[in-house]
């Protein structure tokens, strides 16, 4: 065995499963993506001018709602019987719990980060490539993702499973989280946006209108809708 490179675990068998699931699943979405993302952006060139005064109506009217509502409250302040909120506002069970999620996310990935820079494998040109498209997913998760997703990463790391190898003085921190989370989760992941892909409307016209551009009319009539209750709604003329 080479000494460089950490023991495989007893889940060595479930962990090929999942990165094979893994790369069959990036393949199939590819594929759809590659397909799909064209027809999309011919989709909004089609009707590029309804899209811009679509969104510019949605922002005008959000504004005149916002100015409206903090007009009723300057209303509402020279009201003889209005008092200002004093004292502390007291902060939420909620707020607590995310606070608390927070500084144990911030903990893992520093960890997990000064264990895995790529600063650390300078010397090893592939090693210091393994070690930033790691560090890359780590920033991602920790940025989007929720504790869960992290902690699951974050054992993945530390299970020996990046992919990297490590000096043999270095040891290698035991960890209670399966090292087979975080692939679990990035499979149900991968699922979920096969699913979402395959069930969306404009991937179900290309693959069953015989001629797909036609939805262009059902968007126009759609838009144009939209584009009309939006004036009534902020009074705007043409």
Avoid: C, W
């Avoid at 699913?195 to 036609?214: A, G, Q, R």
Wanted: glycine letters at 2%; a positive charge.
């Amino acid at each position: 065995m080479n000494e460089d490179h950490f023991p495989i675990d007893a889940n060595s068998d479930a962990i090929l499963n999942l990165e094979e699931k893994i790369k069959a699943l990036k393949g199939k979405i590819e594929a759809i993506k590659t397909k799909l993302f064209p027809f999309e952006q011919s989709l909004r060139n089609s009707i590029a001018d309804l899209l811009i005064e679509e969104r510019e109506l949605t922002i005008l009217y959000k504004a005149q709602k916002k100015a409206k509502k903090e007009k009723r409250l300057a209303q509402k302040r020279k009201g003889k019987n209005y008092k200002e909120p004093t004292g502390i506002v007291p902060v939420s069970k909620k707020e607590e719990v995310e606070k608390a999620n927070q500084k144990e996310k911030k903990r893992l990935y520093k960890e997990a980060m000064l264990y895995v820079h790529p600063d650390k494998f300078s010397m090893q040109e592939n090693e210091q490539q393994k070690a930033l498209e790691t560090t890359t997913k780590l920033i991602e998760i920790y940025q989007n993702g929720s504790l869960e997703e992290l902690e699951a990463f974050h054992a993945h790391i530390f299970g020996g499973n990046t992919a990297l190898s490590f000096n043999k003085d270095i040891t290698l921190v035991k960890k209670t989280t399966s090292n087979t989370r975080y692939l679990t989760n990035e499979v149900e992941r991968l699922e979920k946006q096969l699913t979402n892909l395959l069930d969306s409307y404009t991937y179900k016209v290309l693959t069953t209108y015989k001629n797909p551009m036609s939805f262009v009319e059902e968007l126009k009539v759609y838009y144009d809708d939209r584009i009309f209750k939006l004036r009534k709604r902020t009074r705007t003329k043409k």
